[in-house]
């Protein structure tokens, strides 16, 4: 069966064909797991906003303040959102106010730490980048030098968490 999993779309036929073989064998969640055992303890939202803080100053001190930051059980993988942020406006007196929040996946309360690193950085990275472009991934490899090898290993996780099935993969949306 070919690989056709919503997530590694767009890699080279090689790249893919040898993801297909440890899919084949069983082994690509193993496979993952060596390459990133260490699990994180940011299990509650004020953990999680301490640890986007943390980043957040250490990389980006100029971008503006963090109202919430918190993990979103709607968030769902379907939609093609691990991670959202957005800024919700409203007025105060005579004066529009924004107010910044990031949300992040349920899912990554589960997930090794450094996919919980990746997907904060890829959100973090939004606050001055809104597009996927040049500037935006060059922001993320500031604040993780090993971003574009993380997100395709989360992508790994991802495909060995959910992988294709013959019939249900055609009829996925993406």
Known sequence: MPLTGRYLQGYPPALLAQVQ???????LAQAVARRHPEPHAVRTDRALY????????????????????AYD????????ALGTHSAVSRVQGSQLKAKREIRI?????????DFLRMIVVHELAHLKEREHGKAFYALCLHMAPDYHQLEFDLRLWLT??????PAAAPNRPS
């Not at 301490?50 to 930051?69: E, F, G, I």
């Not at 996946?105 to 730490?113: G, N, R, S, T």
Request: proline fraction near 10%.
């Open 50 to 69: 301490d640890y986007v803080n943390t980043l957040k100053s250490r990389h980006m001190k100029s971008a503006p303040p963090l109202a919430k930051v």
């Open 105 to 113: 996946a349920a899912l990554f309360k589960d997930a090794p730490a």
């Open 160 to 165: 060995a968490l959910d992988p294709p099935t």
């Open 73 to 80: 059980a709607r968030l769902h993988l379907v939609m093609n």
């Open 21 to 27: 073989r440890l899919i084949d064998d069983g082994s």
